[in-house]
C-alpha cells in the first residue's frame, strides 16, 4: 500500500523552510506610510473653480492668471493627486482628480487653441454638450460620495449644479444665468477648499478641527 505521507515535508525536508516563508510572507501585513494625496487635488480643484467662477459673477476677466492656474494647480497638480491615488488603490480618487485635472487642461485649450489658430473656436452649442457631459460624468461622482463624507458630497452635488447652470446658460446664451452659476460656483470652490483644510488640520492635530460630516 503506497504511504500517503510519504510525500510530505518533513521539518528535515529541504523543502519545509520555503514553506514556512511562504506563510510569513502571506500573513505580513503592508502598511502603506505615504501621504495622502486628497488635499492636494482638493485645493488644485478648489482654488481653480473660485478664479474661474469669479469670471463667471463678472468680478475679474479671463486673463492668464486663470489659465496658468488652470494648466498647473487645477491640472498638472490634480493629475498627481489621482497618480497618487492610483498607488494608494484609491479608485474613486483616481478617477475623480486625474479627469477634473484634464478637464482644466481641456478648459484651457478650448480658450487659447482658436488663438493660434489651431482649431475653430466652439460655438455655444458646442460649449453646451461638453458642460452638460462633465456634469453626467460628475452626477456619477455624485452617487459614489453618498459612501462617503458629507463635505464630500457637498462638494459633488454643487459641481453638478454648476456644470447644469454653465450648460443652460451657453444653450441659452443667458449672461444673467452664468452670473448666477458663477456665484454657485464660488460655493464648490469653497467646499472643496474647506474640505481639502479639513483633511489637513484633523492629521495634524490628532483630532477633529473641521467636521466633514463622516458616516
Known amino acids: 500500500m503506497t504511504d500517503l505521507n510519504a510525500s510530505q515535508p518533513t521539518l528535515e525536508s529541504p523543502v519545509a523552510p520555503e514553506l514556512t516563508r511562504a506563510v510569513e510572507m502571506a500573513e505580513t501585513v503592508i502598511r502603506d506610510t505615504t501621504a495622502n ?19 463667471n459673477a463678472g468680478i475679474i476677466g479671463i486673463g492668464s492668471m486663470i489659465l496658468a492656474m488652470g494648466i498647473f494647480y487645477g491640472g498638472v497638480a490634480q493629475i498627481i493627486a489621482g497618480l497618487m491615488e492610483w498607488k494608494k488603490k484609491n479608485t474613486f480618487g483616481m478617477v475623480a482628480f486625474t479627469s477634473y485635472g484634464f478637464f482644466w487642461i481641456s478648459l484651457v485649450a478650448l480658450i487659447i487653441l482658436p488663438r493660434f489658430g489651431v482649431a475653430e473656436p466652439s460655438d455655444k452649442a458646442a460649449m453646451a454638450a ?3 457631459s462633465w456634469g453626467l460624468f460628475t452626477t456619477v461622482l455624485f452617487v459614489a460620495t453618498f459612501k462617503m463624507n458629507r463635505a464630500l458630497m457637498l462638494v459633488f452635488f ?8 454653465l450648460g443652460f446658460a451657453d444653450a441659452t446664451g443667458s449672461v444673467t444665468l452664468t452670473r448666477v452659476a ?9 467646499a472643496a477648499i474647506y474640505l481639502a483644510a479639513a483633511q489637513i488640520l484633523n492629521e495634524v492635530y490628532g483630532r477633529t478641527v473641521l467636521p466633514i460630516g463622516e458616516y
Open 130 to 132: 461638453y458642460l452638460f
Open 37 to 55: 494625496p486628497a488635499p492636494l487635488g482638493l485645493f488644485g480643484f478648489g482654488m481653480t473653480t473660485v478664479l474661474l467662477n469669479l469670471h
Open 158 to 165: 454643487a459641481l453638478v449644479v454648476l456644470f447644469g447652470l
Open 182 to 190: 458663477g456665484w454657485e460656483g464660488l460655493l464648490c470652490g469653497l
